[in-house]
């Protein structure tokens, strides 16, 4: 069930299996450009649920108000780590695995790579593909941050105090390189679709510098990117159900063929396009792991 207010969209699932809430808000239109929005959510199921975590081109924190989230090792299926007040997940090109011990409750920020960048105050290389603990990225602030969202009388109030936060970083933070402000948005405007080579004329650098520059402050190469921007859209159609056929939709999003989509399926989401529509929860609820 989905109800809409002013400030927030809420999506409901209960059944037998347990449920959940999830809670969307918007950023301050001053965040536009560094952050794509606010997510509350409050789960309990009977039993633990796994979930496949799919890589997209974002920069993810969780701000947990337990039990904490444990992220397993989706090779091995050893535990990765345990952030009893939240994490930060850098950008990745291969999916992770979050598991409950039957319920969950906290928040979830999803910035854009600038965004990011210019919030945590750091090269993004230092973050790409690894989850750091909420008190390494933000010291001191990261368990207060927490405790402020945890006694906030609502998910509204919740989502003005992120508000308030990110904007006294974001913007009085030093302004990211001019050259990754317009990679990132060329290659978001284009849907991953220009070639690297374009960049570079339109930057007047060579190939090499943009992908240099790219790597060490966004923590991925601009094709990488393109990947990920390209592959955030076909998981898009899929879950609106809109799509007439896999071929079709590959064509519509820059890949050259069938095979190559799922060639791409396969690396970021562990199977093929089939398996991951077998494997989504209801009301937008995730991609189950087992």
């Known amino acids: ?16 299996q347990g449920g959940w809430e999830l809670v969307f808000g918007t950023p301050d239109a001053r965040l536009r450009e560094h952050v794509h929005d606010y997510c509350g959510y409050r789960e309990s199921t009977p039993g633990p649920v796994r979930r496949r975590e799919l890589p997209a081109p974002q920069v993810v924190l969780i701000i947990d108000f337990g039990p904490p989230l444990r992220i397993v ?69 990261g368990p207060l941050l927490t405790e402020r969202l945890v006694e906030a009388p609502s998910w509204e109030a919740r989502f003005a105090l992120l508000d308030q936060l990110l904007l ?26 220009v070639e690297i080579g374009e960049l570079a004329r339109e930057l007047g650098f060579s190939q090499k510098h943009v992908i240099a520059r790219c790597g060490q402050e966004l923590g991925l190469t601009p094709k990488l990117l393109a990947r990920l ?51 989504r929860l209801p009301a937008l609820g995730g991609t189950r792991a087992d």
């Open 73 to 141: 090792d989706p090779r091995t299926g050893r535990p990765l780590g345990r952030h009893p007040v939240g994490f930060v997940a850098g950008l990745d090109d291969g999916y992770s695995i979050t598991e409950t011990a039957g319920s969950m409750n906290g928040m979830q920020v999803n910035f854009t790579p600038v965004g990011a960048r210019r919030f945590f105050g750091m090269p993004l290389h230092h973050l790409a593909r690894q989850v750091v603990g909420l008190e390494s990225v933000l010291g001191a602030e």
């Open 168 to 193: 006294s970083r974001i913007l009085t933070a030093p302004e990211a390189s001019p050259v990754i402000i317009w990679t990132w948005q060329r290659l978001r405007a284009s849907g991953g679709q």
């Open 229 to 279: 921007i390209r592959f955030d859209r076909v998981i898009q159609v899929l879950k609106s159900g809109a799509a007439e056929s896999q071929a079709r939709l590959a064509l519509e999003q820059g890949y050259f063929d069938q095979a190559h989509l799922i060639r791409d399926f396969r690396q970021f989401t562990g199977g093929p396009p089939g398996e991951f529509l077998r494997r």
């Open 1 to 16: 069930m989905t109800t809409q207010s002013p400030h927030a969209r809420v999506v409901r699932q209960a059944s037998e």
